[in-house]
């Protein structure tokens, strides 16, 4: 067997650790150079999450590669302490910075719960703003969450590439939310897509532009309930015949201040019309009061009435004069005038009750005057009667001697005018015969007859009474004594005349007179004296005959 010497025994060992040691050089470079590179590409994954941060990772990088070597790279202390510091402020910043995006979802998602959202999309946004609260402090829980916030904003955006949002929700719901959706995602696509560049414009034409669609038929909705004023008319037409063409969105604003001008002018044409009609109103309720207020001098109830229009107008007036919302100006005068209608019934009513009250009054006011005039015209009757039988003798139905006194005070008024005054008394000759002959009742008879032949003789204007007994007594005022003579001669003559029988024998009857004139200075009395003298003499002279009193 070959033994080997010792200094070839130290000479191969060495030989084996030489190779051992570049081994692991060899392997440590290769350790080394997997380190720098993981470290670049963690400090590239770090990036952009802070600046600050990047800043130092930059540095890191720079570092790493200075020397171009495969030693290690010498990183500065300082370097590593500020990296250090920076991460975790980063962590900190980044940890707030979920906090507060979590946040955000969480009051994005209560206000979006506000809004009138169908059903199945309530519940997604009630799932997520649970979620939410749940992964507080979680990166991947908030990064999932902002996920799920912006397929839920996709949705409302595009539901149509987002398949269906609502998972198992019902057909009405679907129907309601995809109603919803079509809606809304139309208008944000509209919104959010842009149009190619009309022609002569380099720019495509934005997608808002697009709404202007929904803008024309809002505006031609607004045309048609609008009410247009004549002076307006024009300015409508042409609105119109605008919002018929397909508007771009150049034109869009123009339209709608031309729109917004017309709306404006209509509003004040209207409230121009209200507040004339409200000053006519004013006007008409002035005139109103003026007459309630004209006749509310003797009824309460007017009086009440007035107070409440007094009130009602002011109110009215004040509105008038105030301005303010139109609306609720319009609503208040009506209420004012619903006052002024309720008081008017009231007024009316109390009126009608006052009226049938009185109405009753007045007719049991003219039953009573009714039976009042029956009542004074039967008691006028019965006076008349009364006053006919006072100054009538009941025998011959000849004015009797209170007749013949009120009718000589009467004359002898005529008499001291100047007029001429005549007086003549009658007497039957040797009446008692009569009586003693044929009896009382005969004598009655010869009255009756005497007193009807007279009157029958007598001219109109000479007054003839019964002075009593067998004894008349005529007046006469105006004429001349000798007429009057004559026609008591004429009296005289057709008694004489009549063939008076009593029991079928012929009978003389006649009358004596005695005739007078009344004189200025003298009294009825006298006058009378005179006359009766007169008569004295007749009969004194033989009867049936007349004797003038000198004057
Ligand atoms: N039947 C009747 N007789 C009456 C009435 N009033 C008076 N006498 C009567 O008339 C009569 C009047 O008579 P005298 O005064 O004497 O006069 P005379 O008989 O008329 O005679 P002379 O006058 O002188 O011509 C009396 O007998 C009375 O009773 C009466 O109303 N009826």
Not at 402 to 418: F, P, T, V
Not at 479 to 492: K, P, V
Not at 500 to 514: A, I, N, P
Not at 517 to 526: C, F, K, V
Request: net charge negative.
């Amino acid at each position: 067997m070959v033994t080997r010497n010792e200094p070839d025994r130290w000479r191969d060992k060495y030989l084996a650790l030489l190779e051992q040691q570049e081994a692991s050089e060899q392997q440590v470079q290769n350790i080394q150079t997997r380190l720098r590179r993981a470290l670049m590409m963690v400090s590239l994954l770090a990036e952009g999450q802070d600046d600050q941060l990047d800043t130092r990772l930059r540095q890191l990088r720079d570092s790493l590669r200075l020397d171009g070597s495969d030693t290690v790279p010498l990183l500065p202390d300082t370097l590593l302490e500020q990296l250090e510091q920076q991460i975790r402020q980063s962590g900190e910043q980044s940890e707030q910075q979920h906090q507060q995006l979590l946040d955000f979802i969480d009051r994005a998602c209560e206000q979006l719960l506000q809004a009138p959202l169908p059903a199945a999309l309530k519940r997604q946004l009630k799932g997520i703003r649970k979620r939410a609260r749940q992964w507080q402090g979680d990166a991947n829980g908030c990064r999932q969450q902002l996920k799920d916030w912006v397929r839920f904003s996709c949705q409302l955006v595009r539901p149509e590439q987002e398949g269906d949002v609502a998972g198992n929700q019902s057909s009405n719901e679907q129907a309601d939310q995809n109603g919803w959706l079509e809606q809304a995602s139309g208008w944000f696509g509209r919104w959010l897509t842009p149009r190619p560049a009309p022609a002569g414009h380099s720019q495509p034409e934005p997608g808002f532009s697009r709404i202007a669609r929904d803008v024309t038929a809002t505006l031609q909705g607004l045309m048609q309930r609008l009410i247009i004023p004549g002076h307006q008319q024009q300015q409508a037409n042409q609105l119109n015949q605008r919002l018929q063409q397909d508007l771009n969105w150049y034109e869009l604003v123009p339209v709608l201040e031309q729109a917004s001008a017309l709306v404006f002018a209509c509003i004040e044409h209207g409230q121009q019309g209200m507040e004339h009609f409200l000053q006519s109103l004013d006007q008409h309720l002035q005139r109103l009061q003026g007459l309630v207020a004209d006749s509310s001098h003797n009824s309460e109830s007017r009086v009440q009435f007035s107070l409440v229009l007094n009130e009602r107008v002011e109110d009215i007036r004040s509105l008038v004069t105030g301005g303010g919302d139109l609306a609720l100006m319009g609503a208040r005068v009506q209420q004012q005038l619903q006052q002024i209608l309720l008081a008017m019934n009231d007024f009316s009513e109390q009126e009608q009750q006052r009226e049938q009250y009185w109405a009753g009054q007045v007719a049991q006011m003219q039953e009573r005057l009714q039976s009042l005039e029956q009542e004074s015209g039967r008691i006028r009757q019965q006076l008349a009667r009364q006053r006919h039988q006072a100054l009538h003798d009941a025998l011959t139905g000849l004015p009797n001697r209170a007749a013949w006194q009120e009718r000589l005070r009467r004359d002898w008024y005529q008499l001291q005018q100047g007029h001429p005054l005549r007086m003549a008394i009658a007497d039957i000759d040797h009446f008692k015969r009569f009586n003693d002959t044929w009896g009382h009742q005969t004598g009655d008879r010869v009255l009756q007859l005497v007193a009807r032949t007279l009157r029958q003789q007598l001219a109109d204007g000479t007054f003839l009474c019964r002075l009593g007994g067998e004894e008349f007594a005529l007046l006469r005022v105006g004429g001349d004594s000798a007429g009057f003579t004559e026609a008591i001669e004429q009296l005289r003559a057709a008694i004489e005349a009549v063939p008076w029988h009593f029991q079928g024998q012929r009978v003389s009857l006649t009358l004596s007179f005695g005739i007078a004139r009344a004189r200025p200075d003298e009294q009825p009395q006298q006058l009378f004296q005179r006359a009766d003298d007169a008569l004295y003499q007749a009969k004194a002279n033989g009867r049936n005959r007349l004797m003038v009193a000198p004057d």
